[in-house]
């Protein structure tokens, strides 16, 4: 979970940053709010690789609330809830995925 949240964090960093053209030239947000919103954002993922970087459950619920947040702010700046969405259903991915990793490693210890 450690590798995996760590990257899925870091990409969505910097698919907000490449949101912020979109929300500015096509949506007509204005540009003071689309940057403050979005680099604060992309500050929140980048700061939460760090809590990532925990164990499991904090690396889970980290992940889930940086999502939120990121959801929460697409309803106010549309271009960022289709990232919001789709970095949340990853996110999900990547729970299920590390676990069944965990646990072949797990049986692989015990062989």
Not at 18 to 23: E, N, R, V
Not at 43 to 63: E, F, N, P, Q
Not at 71 to 100: C, D, N, R, T, Y
Request: one cysteine or more; charged letters at 15%.
């Amino acid at each position: 979970m450690k590798v995996m949240g760590s990257a899925i964090l870091v990409f969505e960093a910097i698919v907000l940053g490449l949101s912020m053209p979109i929300s500015i030239v096509i949506y007509g947000v204005p540009k003071s709010q689309t940057l403050l919103v979005t680099f604060g954002l992309m500050l929140l993922c980048i700061l939460a690789v760090g809590g990532v970087r925990r164990d499991r459950r904090t690396a889970i619920s980290v992940g889930f609330l940086v999502q939120a947040i990121i959801i929460i702010a697409g309803l106010a700046i549309v271009p960022l809830l289709f990232p919001g969405i789709l970095f949340a259903l990853i996110w999900a991915l990547a729970i299920v995925l590390s676990k069944k990793v965990d646990e072949a490693k797990a049986a692989r210890e015990t062989l």
